[in-house]
């Protein structure tokens, strides 16, 4: 793989985890079925690079939560 852009690193480490000898499951779960987790990926975006750790959640994530945890979602449009 090229180093094509920033992330090039991580993709090469996490493709490199993935080869050990261990049973991994990798599932794609869409952004409307998670929204804790998307707006904490976009959060971390501004944030510098390294290790975080929030004694509370951070602000705007407890809503997220809270519907993720009631199983709220919201509908997708996906093209066919």
């Known amino acids: 793989m090229e180093s094509s852009n920033e992330y090039t690193h991580l993709i ?8 050990r ?3 991994i499951t990798i599932n794609h779960i869409y952004r ?6 998307d707006f904490l990926t976009n959060y971390a975006l501004e944030l510098p690079l390294g ?7 951070p602000p705007g994530v407890v ?18």
């Not at 090469?12 to 080869?19: E, F, H, N, P, W």
């Not at 409307?32 to 987790?37: L, S």
């Open 51 to 57: 290790l975080h750790l929030f004694s509370i959640p």
């Open 32 to 37: 409307e079925a998670n929204f804790a987790a």
């Open 12 to 19: 090469r480490s996490i493709r490199d985890l993935i080869k």
């Open 63 to 80: 809503s997220f939560i809270a519907n993720d945890l009631y199983g709220i979602t919201y509908s997708r449009y996906v093209l066919p």
């Open 21 to 23: 000898n261990w049973v």
